[in-house]
């Protein structure tokens, strides 16, 4: 079992930055792939990130086309945290953030098995 706790959210201005952390309980999940989602007021819920481990050290991340060249995923396995680095922040970012664990990582929700509870992010324009 994992159990998933999202931090960081808030409110922010329009080209802000924030960073949002994913911290996972229960067991060591260094070989999990690892997932951020958004969910909007009135809109389902959307893949953002994911990372997946390439075995040794290596991980491979892949970032929604929304995102791209403004957010960063990584994760320190020492630690048992993921984090998501977000820069330039736009009021379309606008959502509870929510960070997911699975044997791989995709673009799936249905794909993870562990979710957490979801922090908020508000950006100001």
């Known amino acids: 079992q994992v159990q998933l706790v999202e931090s960081g959210g808030g409110l922010v201005q329009t080209g802000d930055s924030l960073r949002l952390s994913c911290a996972a309980s229960?067991?060591?999940?260094?070989?999990?792939?690892v997932g951020w989602f958004r969910q909007a007021p009135g809109k389902e819920r959307e893949f953002v990130a994911r990372?997946?481990?390439?075995?040794?050290?290596?991980?491979?991340?892949y970032y929604a086309d929304s995102v791209k060249g403004r957010f960063t995923i990584s994760r320190d396995n020492a630690k048992n945290t993921v984090y998501l680095q977000m820069n330039g922040l736009k009021p379309e970012d606008t959502a509870i953030y929510y960070c997911?664990?699975?044997?791989?990582?995709?673009?799936?929700?249905?794909?993870?098995?562990?979710w957490g509870q979801g922090t908020q992010v508000t950006v100001s324009s």
């Open positions: 229960g067991r060591t999940f260094s070989s999990y792939g």
């Open positions: 990372v997946n481990w390439g075995g040794s050290s290596t991980y491979y991340a």
């Open positions: 997911a664990a699975g044997k791989i990582a995709t673009m799936k929700r249905d794909d993870y098995d562990y």
